[in-house]
T-cell receptor, first 114, second 117 residues
Framework: EAGVAQSPRYKIIEKRQSVAFWCNPI?????LYWYQQILGQGPKLLIQ????????DSQLPKDRFSAERLKGVDSTLKIQPAKLEDSAVYLC????????????FGQGTRLTVV | AQTVTQSQPEMSVQEAETVTLSCTYD???????LFWYKQPPSRQMILVIR????KQQNATENRFSVNFQKAAKSFSLKISDSQLGDTAMYFC??????????????WGLGTSLAVNP
């Protein structure tokens, strides 16, 4: 079974620039998560989709971050404009919409804002 | 508020020995799920083991086992016969449902485990 695909693996941008990350979840996984993981910390949920609908975006900085999941499959997370504190690894995960199943993670995108 | 606490930021163990990572959590729910995830330097988060709160029997997966103490809200991970490939960050996570009845994972800050040759 193919895993969660993310691209790019690495990205370096200057502050105030924009950046976009892409995620393709495991086929059939209706739930998709975007996490931000700052070095030395645990993952912080940014947004959770159920199919193409948002079910939790309470921790998404909506003034600069946006995400969409058109057609309920792959997803894009965008930051515009980026700040230095956005430097982190952005993890995408997917799962079946069943309570006791785990989330499967992609390899993440390491973003460095300079 | 529901929280997950991992009190050991860093640990080390000699190859082939046993190590236990601690995790405590706080919740008022009676039915929930607990997970241990491993994140090696490659960054990919991998599920190590999971435990359903309604099950009294501790989960085991090969060299990995948990000590689940529901009353104490404790969920420790024991790694037996440690291998160099076990070197990673280990995260304890608690799954609950949010206000919209959707699944939500709450994460600890992680424990960095180094297995020494």
């Amino acid at each position: 079974e193919a895993g969660v695909a993310q691209s790019p693996r690495y990205k370096i941008i200057e502050k105030r620039q924009s950046v976009a990350f892409w995620c393709n979840p495991i086929s059939g996984h209706a739930t998709l998560y975007w996490y931000q993981q700052i070095l030395g910390q645990g993952p912080k949920l940014l947004i959770q989709f159920q199919n193409n609908g948002v079910v939790d975006d309470s921790q998404l900085p909506k003034d600069r971050f946006s995400a969409e999941r058109l057609k309920g499959v792959d997803s894009t997370l965008k930051i515009q404009p980026a700040k230095l504190e956005d430097s982190a690894v952005y993890l995408c995960a997917s799962s079946l919409p069943v309570r006791n199943t785990e989330a499967f993670f992609g390899q993440g995108t390491r973003l460095t804002v300079v | 508020a529901q929280t997950v606490t991992q009190s050991q930021p860093e640990m080390s163990v000699q190859e082939a020995e046993t190590v236990t990572l601690s995790c405590t959590y706080d919740t008022s729910e009676s039915n929930y799920y607990l997970f241990w995830y491993k994140q090696p330097p490659s960054r990919q988060m991998i599920l190590v083991i999971r435990q359903e709160a309604y099950k009294q029997q501790n989960a085991t997966e090969n060299r990995f086992s948990v000590n689940f103490q529901k009353a104490a809200k404790s969920f420790s991970l024991k790694i037996s016969d440690s291998q160099l490939g076990d070197t990673a960050m280990y995260f304890c996570a608690f799954m609950t449902l949010n206000a919209g009845n959707n699944r939500k994972l709450i994460w600890g800050l992680g424990t960095s485990l180094a297995v020494n040759p």
